[in-house]
Nanobody
């Protein structure tokens, strides 16, 4: 079955960096775009970044442009999210996502907390 497992979250000071990783299995990874979403307490889930199946196209939310970078390794079935210059407003649970055969698949999420 489709599985997505996020890792790399934690507590970081404002201005710091974290690298999230999403390990996948159970589907033809190189055929699908992958997304990173986040959800802060009391807020709706929002799309942070997406990457095409080949990695040749990426998109970012305005709030993270220039600070976050999404990448993928089709040989390993992983997608990373490099997050630099982190702000308190980046605090959220981050999930990776794949939309496949009219179904959204989600990982369990990884908590990112930006605080001094």
């Amino acid at each position: 079955q489709v599985q997505l497992v996020e890792s790399g979250g934690g507590l970081v000071q404002p201005g710091g960096s974290l690298r999230l990783s999403c390990a996948t299995s159970g589907f033809s990874f190189s055929s699908y775009a992958i997304q990173w979403y986040r959800q802060a307490p009391g807020k709706e889930r929002e799309l942070v970044a997406s990457i095409s199946s080949t990695g040749g196209s990426t998109n970012y939310a305005d709030a993270v442009k220039g600070r976050f970078t999404i990448s993928r390794d089709n040989a390993k079935g992983t997608v990373d999210l490099q997050m630099n210059h982190l702000k308190p407003e980046d605090t959220a649970v981050y999930h990776c996502n794949v939309y496949r055969f009219r179904t959204n698949y989600w990982g369990q999420g990884t908590q990112v907390t930006v605080s001094s």
